[in-house]
C-alpha cells in the first residue's frame, strides 16, 4: 500500500503562485509513475501532469508553461509548482501513484493511489 498527503493549496489572487506538495510513505519503491489531477464543482477530474520513475514529464495542454511537476531524488515526494495562475485554476488538486504503465498516465483510471486533495482557489 501508499499513502499519499497533498499540502501547499490555498486562496490566491489571479496572477500568484503557489507550491503543491504530496508526501509518499509506504511501498513506494513499487511507484512507476506519479502525477496531478485536478477538479472543479461540476467537473470530471482531469490529468495536470505526471512524472515517471526516470523524471520523464507529460502535461496536459492547458499547462502551457505555467505548471512545473518534480519529485526528490528518494521518489518521496511530488511537487506541482503553479505559476501565473487564473481564476479557471480553481480546483482540488489531488496527487496520484501508478505501480505500473497503462495508457498515458494522464487520466484517472491509470492510477491506483490517491492522496485527500488540496483546495486551491483562485480569484481575480
Known amino acids: 500500500q501508499v499513502q499519499l498527503v497533498e499540502s501547499g493549496g490555498g486562496s490566491v489572487q489571479a496572477g500568484g503562485s503557489l507550491r503543491l506538495s504530496c508526501a509518499a510513505s509506504?511501498?513506494?519503491?513499487?511507484?512507476?509513475?506519479m502525477g496531478w489531477f485536478r477538479q472543479a464543482p461540476g467537473k470530471e477530474r482531469e490529468g495536470v501532469a505526471s512524472?515517471?520513475?526516470?523524471?520523464?514529464?507529460t502535461y496536459a495542454d492547458f499547462v502551457k508553461g505555467r505548471f512545473t511537476i518534480s519529485q526528490d531524488s528518494a521518489k518521496t515526494t511530488l511537487y506541482l509548482q503553479i505559476n501565473s495562475l487564473k481564476p479557471e485554476d480553481t480546483a482540488m488538486y489531488y496527487c496520484?501513484?501508478?505501480?505500473?504503465?497503462?495508457?498515458?498516465?494522464?487520466?484517472?483510471?491509470?492510477?491506483?493511489?490517491w492522496g485527500q486533495g488540496t483546495q486551491v482557489t483562485v480569484s481575480s
Open positions: 509506504g511501498y513506494t519503491y513499487s511507484l512507476y509513475c
Open positions: 512524472i515517471l520513475s526516470d523524471d520523464s514529464t
Open positions: 496520484a501513484a501508478a505501480s505500473s504503465y497503462r495508457t498515458t498516465m494522464m487520466v484517472p483510471d491509470d492510477y491506483n493511489y
